[in-house]
């Protein structure tokens, strides 16, 4: 789900910079609306004003957020190969 995240950002500069202006916000993915299944390992919800749940979607967004401002990480450049988009999206990535 990481890279995922990253390369939403890579695709979409203007969400990196949103998330990095949050500072030091708790983010919270907010599935009150769909609290069954996953819903609460990838959110949480607001139950009687506190949230209950995993939230391991916004713990990645945050951590993803701390090691943008701090330097320490620096999203990875896409080479995007013009004859054949594919290619080459994930040759930067570890997996």
């Given at each position: 789900?990481?890279?995922?995240?990253?390369?939403?950002?890579?695709?979409?500069?203007?969400?990196?910079?949103?998330?990095?202006?949050?500072?030091?916000?708790?983010?919270?993915?907010?599935?009150?609306?769909?609290?069954?299944g996953s819903?609460?390992?990838?959110?949480?919800?607001?139950?009687n004003g506190?949230?209950?749940?995993?939230?391991?979607?916004?713990?990645?967004?945050?951590?993803?957020?701390?090691?943008?401002?701090?330097?320490?990480?620096?999203?990875?450049?896409?080479?995007?190969?013009?004859?054949?988009?594919?290619?080459s999206i994930?040759?930067?990535?570890?997996?």
């Amino acid at each position: 789900m990481k890279v995922c995240l990253e390369l939403k950002l890579q695709y979409h500069p203007d969400l990196k910079h949103l998330l990095i202006e949050t500072k030091n916000a708790r983010i919270v993915e907010d599935c009150s609306s769909r609290s069954g299944g996953s819903g609460n390992f990838w959110g949480a919800s607001l139950v009687n004003g506190k949230w209950q749940g995993s939230n391991v979607m916004g713990k990645l967004r945050m951590n993803l957020r701390d090691d943008l401002q701090s330097g320490k990480y620096e999203l990875p450049a896409l080479k995007i190969d013009s004859k054949n988009e594919s290619s080459s999206i994930f040759e930067e990535f570890k997996f």
